[in-house]
């Protein structure tokens, strides 16, 4: 797929209407952004199959696909899921700005457009769009286990690596040619339902050992939760710790628990220690593995159990 150069602005407008292509063509072209069309939503996604815009501008009535059921269909594909996407509907059509947001939309202009005010907020959210691919690509390089979900568990992005988490539970499974499983987004659902963040589920995996669990470590944006997996196999990965570090048993469980990301109450219940043991623990483990933050003892633990 073509990815617009950096420099670029870049916004796909979707409309039927030549006459508004043209109008909303020349304000654009005349801010210096450049500007794909589109009249129908087929012919948007044939298109976003070789371009990514910076943003788009999407017509909410057409014939035949109209703009939400395009907006839907975006939205589930991994390469585009991020673009910002602003809803055109005419003023008459408030049952349109509900449906817009329930599809993914982030904004809405009425029409007839005001022309300076979808500049500003054309701008605005092209802008933020780009915060987010920046920190869904950096999450990425990091190889973490995350995915978002919106506040009802359909999926809107996932890494790489919790791509694989979940096809050891449902092998079949590919990111953005369906929804989450059935198996893991019962579980996100109840996580949702309780609000919050800190609460966690766990799911067997499938033909073999260990846990996927899924803990909502965060609710990022309007619509937007962060959700960590951990993959637990405690006894296969205590194992490899014991192996590989010079550790006594009780330091490689704690540590073990610390890569699963869990606190140190958490630790001290699990192992029924106290917390302040827990602590002891973990300098004593700082200096072995010569490391001095919780972070990087964590990240050594990982690299040892994924060889």
Same mark, same amino acid.
């Given at each position: 797929?073509?990815?617009?150069?950096?420099?670029?602005?870049?916004?796909?407008?979707?409309?039927?209407?030549?006459?508004?292509?043209?109008?909303?063509?020349?304000?654009?072209?005349?801010?210096?952004?450049?500007?794909?069309?589109?009249?129908?939503?087929?012919?948007?996604?044939?298109?976003?199959?070789?371009?990514?815009?910076?943003?788009?501008?999407?017509?909410?009535?057409?014939?035949?696909?109209?703009?939400?059921?395009?907006?839907?269909?975006?939205?589930?594909?991994?390469?585009?899921?991020?673009?910002?996407?602003?809803?055109?509907?005419?003023?008459?059509?408030?049952?349109?700005?509900?449906?817009?947001?329930?599809?993914?939309?982030?904004?809405?202009?009425?029409?007839?457009?005001?022309?300076?005010?979808?500049?500003?907020?054309?701008?605005?959210?092209?802008?933020?769009?780009?915060?987010?691919?920046?920190?869904?690509?950096?999450?990425?390089?990091? *190889? !973490? +286990?995350? =995915?978002?979900?919106?506040?009802?568990?359909? @999926? $809107? %992005?996932?890494?790489?690596?919790?791509?694989?988490?979940?096809?050891?539970?449902?092998?079949?499974?590919?990111?953005?040619?369906?929804?989450?499983?059935?198996?893991?987004?019962?579980?996100?659902?109840?996580?949702?339902?309780?609000?919050?963040?800190?609460?966690?589920?766990?799911?067997?995996?499938?033909?073999?050992?260990?846990?996927?669990?899924?803990?909502?470590?965060?609710?990022?944006?309007?619509?937007?939760?962060?959700?960590?997996?951990?993959?637990?196999?405690?006894?296969?990965?205590?194992?490899?710790?014991? *192996? !590989? +570090?010079? =550790?006594?048993?009780?330091?490689?469980?704690? @540590? $073990? %628990?610390?890569?699963?990301?869990?606190?140190?109450?958490?630790?001290?219940?699990?192992?029924?220690?106290?917390?302040?043991?827990?602590?002891?623990?973990?300098?004593?483990?700082?200096?072995?593995?010569?490391?001095?933050?919780?972070?990087?003892?964590?990240?050594?633990?990982?690299?040892?159990?994924?060889?």
């Amino acid at each position: 797929m073509l990815q617009i150069p950096a420099h670029s602005d870049t916004v796909l407008v979707v409309d039927d209407e030549p006459d508004a292509l043209r109008m909303l063509t020349t304000v654009l072209e005349r801010a210096e952004m450049s500007v794909l069309v589109a009249t129908s939503g087929e012919a948007a996604l044939e298109l976003l199959g070789n371009i990514v815009p910076d943003l788009i501008l999407m017509d909410a009535v057409m014939p035949g696909m109209d703009g939400f059921e395009t907006t839907q269909k975006i939205k589930a594909r991994p390469e585009t899921a991020n673009i910002p996407v602003i809803f055109m509907t005419g003023l008459t059509e408030s049952e349109h700005v509900v449906e817009a947001f329930e599809v993914g939309g982030v904004d809405y202009v009425r029409k007839p457009v005001d022309l300076m005010e979808l500049l500003a907020r054309v701008r605005v959210h092209m802008a933020q769009g780009r915060a987010v691919q920046a920190s869904v690509t950096s999450l990425d390089a990091t *190889d !973490r +286990l995350i =995915l978002a979900t919106d506040s009802r568990g359909n @999926l $809107l %992005w996932c890494t790489p690596r919790a791509e694989q988490a979940i096809n050891r539970v449902s092998p079949s499974w590919r990111r953005g040619e369906e929804p989450l499983p059935p198996e893991i987004r019962s579980h996100i659902e109840r996580l949702l339902a309780l609000e919050g963040t800190g609460g966690s589920a766990r799911v067997k995996r499938t033909g073999g050992s260990g846990e996927l669990e899924m803990m909502v470590v965060a609710h990022y944006r309007e619509n937007e939760v962060l959700i960590r997996l951990n993959e637990l196999d405690p006894d296969d990965d205590l194992a490899r710790l014991q *192996d !590989r +570090l010079p =550790l006594t048993n009780r330091e490689a469980q704690v @540590l $073990l %628990w610390v890569s699963y990301g869990k606190s140190n109450r958490v630790i001290s219940d699990v192992l029924q220690i106290s917390p302040r043991t827990v602590t002891k623990h973990l300098e004593r483990i700082f200096d072995k593995i010569g490391v001095e933050t919780r972070s990087a003892a964590a990240a050594v633990a990982i690299r040892v159990i994924d060889q």
